[in-house]
């Protein structure tokens, strides 16, 4: 991969993002996202990557962290989390 390649490819919070806007009424877990970013490889690997990217979205106010069922502060959760996109309403 070349550097221009890697500046083109897609960053973690840019595929996470993608992955959200398919079907932004529902939430994700961490494995699932995965599954859908890593197809067909190891996505074991990307789920703390994708809980640091997502503290940094939830941050940046572009998703939300919900931990049963409610949002949850992105600097303080544990245990099991999904990740929505923000509600319009």
Same mark, same amino acid.
């Given at each position: 991969?070349?550097?221009?390649?890697?500046?083109?490819?897609?960053?973690?919070?840019?595929?996470?993002?993608?992955?959200?806007?398919?079907?932004?009424?529902?939430?994700?877990? $961490?494995?699932? =996202? /995965? *599954? +859908?970013?890593?197809?067909?490889?190891?996505?074991? !690997?990307?789920?703390?990557?994708?809980?640091?990217? $997502?503290?940094? =979205? /939830? *941050? +940046?106010?572009?998703?939300?962290?919900?931990?049963? !069922?409610?949002?949850?502060?992105?600097?303080?959760?544990?245990?099991?989390?999904?990740?929505?996109?923000?509600?319009?309403?």
């Amino acid at each position: 991969m070349t550097t221009q390649d890697s500046q083109l490819a897609p960053t973690l919070e840019e595929n996470i993002l993608k992955v959200l806007m398919r079907d932004s009424a529902r939430t994700l877990s $961490a494995p699932e =996202l /995965a *599954q +859908a970013i890593a197809t067909g490889a190891d996505w074991h !690997g990307l789920l703390m990557p994708i809980r640091r990217a $997502a503290v940094a =979205l /939830a *941050q +940046a106010g572009r998703l939300v962290i919900y931990r049963k !069922g409610k949002p949850a502060d992105p600097l303080d959760f544990r245990g099991v989390y999904r990740l929505g996109l923000p509600r319009q309403d």
